[in-house]
């Protein structure tokens, strides 16, 4: 849960979503600093603020920590097309579905031992089984990758 993008924001919400990643939930002591919040550490020890892509950049303006998420992923999604099956052959042969996955965009997914999705905003992740992108595979199982080679084309 992040801060929200518009209306009021409180210090302790701030506090929160620095501390837990749960704007409006969790205990926080006093006091509650800016320089804090901004630097990690102080009296509720803070961890580092997290720099992945943010809506606005945390200042020592309330307005600053609009949209801000502690718990923000650093990956993008990205568009890659895949074929899937049971068996080596079913993926290397099979029709290209569309798939995505949160690694570099020209590297296939078992290169970098991403983790592929069925959606376009990485959320579902992909089923079990061989995936290839026409020349080469990769047998993806719980999220890990195994078993690469070349289709042989």
Same mark, same amino acid.
């Given at each position: 849960?992040?801060?929200?993008?518009?209306?009021?924001?409180?210090?302790?919400?701030?506090?929160?979503?620095?501390?837990?990643?749960?704007?409006?939930?969790?205990?926080?002591?006093?006091?509650?600093?800016?320089?804090?919040?901004?630097?990690?550490?102080?009296?509720?020890?803070?961890?580092?603020?997290?720099?992945?892509?943010?809506?606005?950049?945390?200042?020592?303006?309330?307005?600053?920590?609009?949209?801000?998420?502690?718990?923000?992923?650093?990956? %993008?999604?990205?568009?890659?097309?895949?074929?899937?099956?049971?068996?080596?052959? =079913?993926?290397?042969?099979?029709?290209?579905?569309?798939?995505? %996955?949160?690694?570099?965009?020209?590297?296939?997914?078992?290169?970098?031992?991403?983790?592929?999705?069925?959606?376009?905003?990485? =959320?579902?992740?992909?089923?079990?089984?061989?995936?290839?992108?026409?020349?080469?595979?990769?047998?993806?199982?719980?999220?890990?990758?195994?078993?690469?080679?070349?289709?042989?084309?």
């Amino acid at each position: 849960m992040a801060v929200p993008s518009s209306g009021a924001i409180t210090m302790l919400g701030i506090a929160q979503e620095r501390k837990y990643g749960s704007y409006g939930f969790g205990t926080i002591s006093s006091p509650i600093t800016m320089f804090d919040l901004l630097n990690g550490g102080g009296a509720n020890a803070f961890p580092s603020l997290n720099t992945c892509p943010q809506p606005n950049t945390p200042s020592y303006s309330m307005s600053g920590w609009y949209g801000y998420n502690q718990s923000a992923s650093c990956s %993008t999604c990205y568009e890659i097309f895949l074929s899937f099956g049971d068996e080596t052959f =079913q993926a290397c042969n099979g029709e290209f579905t569309q798939y995505f %996955t949160s690694t570099e965009p020209f590297q296939p997914p078992w290169m970098s031992g991403a983790e592929i999705y069925t959606d376009p905003a990485c =959320q579902i992740k992909a089923q079990d089984g061989y995936y290839s992108n026409g020349s080469e595979y990769g047998f993806y199982f719980r999220g890990e990758w195994g078993e690469m080679g070349f289709c042989g084309f």
